[in-house]
Nanobody
Framework: EVQVVESGGGSVRPGESLKIHCTASGLPGSPNLGYCMAWFRQSPGKEREEVAHVDSEGVISREVWTEGRFSLSREEGAPNTLTLEINNTKTDDSAVYYC????????????????????WGQGIQVTVSS
């Protein structure tokens, strides 16, 4: 059974830092089959948006708007984990954050990319409020 589980989150004041964690287990074919993992978020009344992802070779890609405040990391030796740290939080960061995993695809030159995400967590609430 595939499980994608988020943890951490909660409430912080603007300017504080926060970490949220994700662990994926039971991914079919893993570890031989490479997986991408990503964090998305969705605020009330807004569409879900990607925050950042890591491909099957550990290369991290972040949306431009995350520059300087969001960082992504994985546990050493644990490719199916993903931690998102948000620094200098803002009220606009309040959202439900979702972790997702999906099989990596490869170009003809065997460069991995992340076309879609098959497995999703339940989401975890992050609230930034004074």
């Amino acid at each position: 059974e595939v499980q994608v589980v988020e943890s951490g989150g909660g409430s912080v004041r603007p300017g504080e830092s926060l970490k949220i964690h994700c662990t994926a287990s039971g991914l079919p074919g893993s570890p031989n089959l490479g997986y991408c993992m990503a964090w998305f978020r969705q605020s009330p009344g807004k569409e879900r948006e990607e925050v950042a992802h890591v491909d099957s070779e550990g290369v991290i890609s972040r949306e431009v708007w995350t520059e300087g405040r969001f960082s992504l990391s994985r546990e050493e030796g644990a490719p199916n984990t993903l931690t998102l740290e948000i620094n200098n939080t803002k009220t606009d960061d309040s959202a439900v954050y979702y972790c997702a995993a999906g099989p990596a695809a490869y170009t003809r030159r065997y460069t991995p990319y992340c076309p879609s995400y098959t497995y999703w967590g339940q989401g975890i609430q992050v609230t930034v409020s004074s």
